[in-house]
Structure formats: structure tokens, C-alpha cells
């Protein structure tokens, strides 16, 4: 890393992401937009070149990658074009060097998160049981929150609390389940027992998850068109 890069992410780290109130104004007035990253998580900005890099590519390229040099090592700033079909960001996306640096990013990611994982088991014996019971337990209630979501009908209630007289569909669907299915009060009441208010069930969590499904289907959607429609550099 050199002294004019050294504000862009660091292997370990993740990319370098800043929100800046505003951005320099380049030529025509355009200039670099925070919107981007939520379209590329690969995507960053150093601020003291008013440059975009790709995180993938500059960290885990190798010597014989063909991705485009101005993501690696130059930086791009041709705003104009950043969002436009088959060229700056879409282009890269989709070039398959740059999907090969992905793919390192991704494994390095996964061993670095595999080895953590061993030290907090480590620290915390009960943690590989309370990890598998919360997955169980998460699968079933996105299982939930997918049927009421493609039932596409309101059913958090305004008045969610202990007292109401009608807590909305959600609430008295997961009071039901807690009296009904074993395995799913089983799974509720050691998150609770660990947790002790906290069950993913409230309005906040809801939400959450919600955004976390629809973002997985949009990720499905661009991968496999990305495969399919997957272009040289
Ligand atoms: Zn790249």
C-alpha cells in the first residue's frame, strides 16, 4: 500500500466505504455517489484521490489477472459512465477475472471468519450449542415470516403487548406456535433463556429479516444472470 492509497481498505478489514456529505465535483458537474455501494459491495473510494477501486481485484487479484488496471492499481473516476450497461461498474461486476478475485475474497473471508470461530468457541464452550440452536431456531421463523410476506397481507398489530385484545396476526400466530409446536417453544426458550428479552419476533427484527430474504433473492437473481451474461474485461 502506497502513501496515496493508504486510506483505501486493508485485506482483513473489508473495503473502504466513506459517506461523505458530498463528494468533489468533477467534469459536467457529475461526481461519486455512497448509492453505489449497496449495488457493489466490492466497491470503494479513496478520498485523497477522488478515485474508485475495487476491493476484490486491488487484494486478491493475481499476477496474471486481465481485471481492468484503473479498479486495481490506477482508480477510475470517468463518473459519467459509472452506471451505464456494459461499461464502468456493471462491466466490472461481471468481468470474470474480477468474479475469480470475488471468489478469493469470499474464501479468505470465510477462513478468517472459520478461525474466529474457533477462538470464541474456545472462550465459550456452550457457543457451538446456542450457534446451532439459533440457526434452527432463525430457519424456522424466516420460514414464518415467508409465508406472511407472500401472503402480502398486514400482520403486525399496533398494539403488539401483553394487554392487547388483538395483538395482530404475527403475534397471536407465534403465541399459537409456542403452544402447538415443541420443537419451535424448545428453540424459543433457550434463545430466551441466553438472551433473555431478545427473540427475533419484534417489529425492528421483522424488518430486518425481511430486508435480509429480499436481498438474498436479489443476489440470486443478478449471480445467475451475472453467469450467465458473464463478459471478458
Ligand atoms: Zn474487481
Known sequence: MTASDDDLGRVDCGPSQPKLASFPKGRKNRCYR??????????EYSVKQDRKFCFACRNFSTSTS??????MKTGWNAWAKAMETNR???????CSDHLLSMTRWESHASQREQEAAGIRNMLDPDRPSVVSNNREYTKMLLQYYQYFCSEETAYRGHNET?????AGKWKEFINLMLRTNPLFKRYHDKMKQRYRTYDYTSKRSSNELVKSMAFEVRRTIKNRSTRQACIQC
Do not use: V
Open 88 to 94: 464502468g461498474l456493471r462491466k466490472h461486476d461481471a
Open 66 to 71: 486481465k481485471s481492468d488496471i484503473a479498479f
Open 34 to 43: 455512497a448509492i453505489w455501494y449497496e449495488s457493489f459491495r466490492w466497491l
Open 162 to 166: 401483553t394487554e392487547s385484545q388483538n
